[in-house]
Structure formats: C-alpha cells, structure tokens
C-alpha cells in the first residue's frame, strides 16, 4: 500500500510471502536511487541493450551535462525491471583455463 507522508510517498511493507509483493516493494524503494551508466549497463546485460531500452523509453536516464564524459543518470527502478542474469565465466577465468589448456599441450610435446 502506498500512502503519502511529509510529501514523500511511503510503502507499508506487505509481508504476504510472494516474490511479486517483495519485488514490487524493492522497485518503490529503488524509485528515488540513480545508477551509472556502467553499473546500469552491467545490471541489464550489456552497453548495447542500455542504449536500446533508454532509446525506447523503458529506462529514465537523464545526462545533466553536455560532455563527452558527463555522468549519466538511470533511474534505479527502471534498471531492476529490466534485469538480465549473465551465465558467462568472468574474462579471468576463461584466460586460466586457456593457460592450462596450453600448459598441457607443452608438457605432452
């Protein structure tokens, strides 16, 4: 539920167990927070896929200055709905196992 106190919108926390009624609450918590536009980017999948739900208008981001290196803004809300879960190895672990890979065929010859 939703109510107004001190001019600011308040949730009271329904506690009726569904992963929806958390994850509602989390997005009405996380309306007012910003994210970077790496950390927004890391969080739905990728720069590209940033690019393309801001240019939709299903991300709110605003860039208050002009410059090249200008920090954005993404509403934190709107990058959670749109969250997207990786299942790639990080580049690190990838490199290790391909260190091995080439360790072995060396020991082999």
């Given at each position: 539920m939703i109510y107004q106190?001190?001019?600011?919108?308040?949730?009271?926390?329904?506690?009726?167990?569904?992963?929806?009624?958390?994850f509602h609450e989390i997005l009405v918590v996380m309306n007012n927070k910003t994210f970077g536009q790496r950390e927004a980017?890391?969080?739905?999948g990728g720069r590209g896929r940033l690019f393309k739900l801001v240019g939709e208008?299903?991300?709110?981001?605003?860039?208050?200055?002009?410059?090249?290196?200008?920090?954005?803004?993404?509403?934190?809300?709107d990058v959670l709905r749109y969250t997207r879960v990786r299942y790639r190895?990080?580049?690190?672990?990838?490199?290790?196992?391909?260190?091995?890979?080439n360790n072995i065929k060396r020991a082999s010859a």
């Open positions: 106190e001190n001019n600011q919108l308040r949730t009271t926390i329904l506690d009726d167990g569904t992963v929806e009624a958390k980017a890391d969080i739905v208008g299903k991300i709110r981001a605003e860039k208050p200055t002009n410059k090249q290196n200008g920090k954005w803004f993404c509403n934190a809300s190895k990080s580049r690190k672990l990838r490199k290790m196992k391909k260190d091995e890979k």
